[in-house]
């Protein structure tokens, strides 16, 4: 089982960017695909991204994939959201996922961390 320890969220003006760092702990074999997703208040859980065990990233509509990019750090088996150009639309709480069968569903989860884009 892999754990997940989530940083680097917090409160940013509109057109500012943030870097939201995931580093996983224990067993990381099948840690892959890393993935991030999205939860704003009254809202469903959404995709954001992810990276594969080859390196390759997808990203959930062109808007993000713009704006959004994922990266790693293979040595300290952490993932990287580097977000951009920020609008108070990306508000909510970020979370990073590990492993599992398909995109959007991870075996692991993070704590999850707060991103307030303010207007």
């Known amino acids: 089982q892999v754990q997940l320890e989530e940083s680097g969220g917090g409160v940013v003006q509109a057109g500012g960017s943030l870097r939201l760092s995931c580093a996983a702990s224990?067993?990381?074999?099948?840690?892959?695909?890393r993935t991030w997703f999205r939860q704003a208040p009254g809202k469903e859980r959404e995709f954001v991204g992810g990276?594969?065990?080859?390196?390759?990233?997808?990203y959930n509509g062109d808007s993000v994939k713009g704006r959004f990019t994922i990266s790693r750090d293979i040595t300290k088996n952490t993932v990287y959201l580097q977000m951009g150009s920020l609008k108070p639309e990306d508000t909510g709480v970020y979370y990073c996922?590990?492993?599992?069968?398909?995109?959007?569903?991870?075996?692991?989860w993070g704590q999850g961390t707060q991103v307030t884009v303010s207007s």
């Open positions: 996922g590990a492993g599992g069968s398909s995109w959007q569903s991870p075996r692991s």
């Open positions: 990276i594969n065990w080859g390196g390759g990233t997808t």
């Open positions: 224990g067993g990381t074999f099948n840690s892959y695909p």
